[in-house]
């Protein structure tokens, strides 16, 4: 398997982060993108719960926070660290922030003026429609805060980021049964001009960031980005 070097060093007590180097996920650049590529090893979804030469924008920000480390990254994918796909943080908006809090906070404030995303993820009828597992979960709404396109000026980050890209309301409960806002991630590099990420038919790449905001702007219901710090 594909590994990269120690780029990012965790601490579990205190999940501290230092990464003061452009180099973060380095290591990684060039590997394949595979939607998905991640499960629990065994049961519904059979993928392995590692592995180093395929990503997607997600496992490949979470792989690389984990430094690789495969405990490291159950912790980060499953509420309390509990390998099961029912304990899985499936959405950013709801899962992932809120039970990596002790070490990721939405910082977007910090970095310009911001607007409210307001989204209802609805796990129980998304797990039936596009799964057929049965969840016990509530709607619930959550507040995204993040920096419109529109209002979005230079970022000057001393430490990397990890940045989500946010859409509106895409109507798509006819189809996946839920809404949802975040629809990309990745990291922006110290002195924001470069955003490493694992991009669809291209694997783990460098895009220039201010072209990529440009593209992303252009594209339908895209409204904006939040910024995400590592404590």
Same mark, same amino acid.
């Given at each position: 398997?594909?590994?990269?070097?120690?780029?990012?060093?965790?601490?579990?007590?205190?999940?501290?982060?230092?990464?003061?180097?452009?180099?973060?996920?380095?290591?990684?650049?060039?590997?394949?993108?595979?939607?998905?590529?991640?499960?629990?090893?065994?049961? &519904?979804?059979?993928?392995?719960?590692?592995?180093?030469?395929?990503?997607?924008?997600?496992?490949?920000?979470?792989?690389?926070?984990?430094?690789?480390?495969?405990?490291?990254?159950?912790?980060?994918?499953?509420?309390?660290?509990?390998?099961?796909?029912?304990?899985?943080?499936?959405?950013?908006?709801?899962?992932?922030?809120?039970?990596?809090?002790?070490?990721?906070?939405?910082?977007?404030?910090? &970095?310009?003026?911001?607007?409210?995303?307001?989204?209802?993820?609805?796990?129980?009828?998304?797990?039936?429609?596009?799964?057929?597992?049965?969840?016990?979960?509530?709607?619930?709404?959550?507040?995204?805060?993040?920096?419109?396109?529109?209002?979005?000026?230079?970022?000057?980050?001393?430490?990397?980021?990890?940045?989500?890209?946010?859409?509106?309301?895409?109507?798509?409960?006819?189809?996946?049964?839920?809404?949802?806002?975040?629809?990309?991630?990745?990291?922006?590099?110290?002195?924001?001009?470069?955003?490493?990420?694992?991009?669809?038919?291209?694997?783990?790449?460098?895009?220039?960031?201010?072209?990529?905001?440009?593209?992303?702007?252009?594209?339908?219901?895209?409204?904006?980005?939040?910024?995400?710090?590592?404590?």
């Amino acid at each position: 398997m594909r590994r990269g070097p120690v780029l990012v060093i965790m601490f579990i007590a205190g999940c501290g982060f230092y990464a003061p180097r452009n180099d973060v996920g380095a290591g990684y650049l060039g590997a394949r993108y595979i939607l998905d590529p991640l499960g629990e090893a065994d049961g &519904y979804d059979s993928d392995p719960l590692v592995r180093y030469d395929a990503f997607d924008c997600t496992t490949f920000v979470e792989t690389v926070l984990a430094d690789g480390d495969e405990r490291r990254l159950s912790a980060i994918r499953y509420r309390d660290g509990v390998v099961a796909w029912e304990n899985r943080n499936h959405f950013i908006e709801t899962d992932w922030l809120n039970n990596n809090s002790d070490f990721l906070e939405n910082a977007s404030a910090k &970095y310009g003026n911001t607007a409210i995303r307001h989204v209802v993820i609805d796990k129980a009828a998304w797990a039936l429609k596009n799964h057929g597992i049965s969840v016990n979960a509530n709607p619930i709404a959550a507040e995204l805060e993040y920096l419109p396109y529109e209002t979005l000026g230079d970022i000057h980050n001393t430490r990397p980021l990890v940045v989500l890209f946010i859409v509106g309301n895409l109507k798509k409960h006819d189809k996946i049964a839920t809404d949802i806002a975040v629809v990309h991630m990745g990291f922006l590099l110290p002195g924001g001009q470069v955003l490493r990420h694992a991009s669809t038919g291209r694997g783990v790449v460098d895009d220039n960031f201010a072209e990529y905001v440009t593209k992303r702007r252009g594209m339908k219901n895209n409204i904006g980005i939040a910024l995400v710090e590592i404590k």
